[in-house]
């Protein structure tokens, strides 16, 4: 094939990506209540986050917890103070949580969201959340030269997953 025409080939992959993209933020503004997650937050979480199917994967989680009622603390606020490396309801008061990006956080979540359903198990994100927060606690006692999504697997691979459900 051609350099003119494997281009070529790359622009419409990239239309068609961006297409997408733009469809699932454009469904999230509709679906998420702006009450309950600004559009500079589902702004914040699209650019952070690595593929299309994560910022789904994390939409679909903000919108199961939307729904639920009285929600005293929304998992999204949690994500950006554990992302910053910062204490939540006490957590990390003995302990610091090493600061990991956003986008490590969102990636985190999806691959926990993606183990449970491969397992036929399920969490909300809260619980995912603090979920990811503990090992990472744990973690970088002993390193800080692991990545996030490498430590949520090693401790999925060692302890599973104990606030979850089985989805028939």
């Known amino acids: 094939m051609s350099l003119k025409k ?3 080939n790359l622009k419409k992959k990239d239309k068609i990506h961006d297409q997408e993209r733009l469809n699932s933020i454009n ?18 979480i699209d650019i952070s ?3 299309t199917r994560v ?4 939409v679909k989680l903000l919108y199961i917890e939307s729904k639920k009622p009285n929600i005293s603390t929304k998992s999204f606020d949690k994500i950006k103070r554990y992302s910053q490396g910062l204490s939540y309801d006490g ?14 956080w969102l990636d985190s979540i999806d691959y926990i969201a993606c183990w449970l359903k491969d ?7 809260s ?12 973690v970088n006692l002993t390193s800080d030269n692991l990545e996030l999504v490498q430590i949520v697997k090693d401790f ?6 104990e606030n979850s459900f089985k989805v028939e």
């Open 6 to 8: 494997e281009q070529r």
């Open 27 to 44: 469904n999230a503004y509709d679906t998420l209540s702006e009450s309950f997650i600004s559009k500079a937050e589902i702004n914040e």
């Open 49 to 51: 986050s690595s593929s």
């Open 55 to 58: 910022f789904n994967s994390i």
């Open 91 to 104: 957590r990390a008061k003995t302990f610091t949580i090493k600061e990991y990006s956003l986008s490590s």
């Open 119 to 125: 397992n036929k198990l399920d969490a909300d994100l």
């Open 127 to 138: 619980s995912i959340v603090d979920y990811i927060a503990c090992s990472s606690e744990a």
């Open 156 to 161: 999925l691979n060692d302890f599973g997953f």
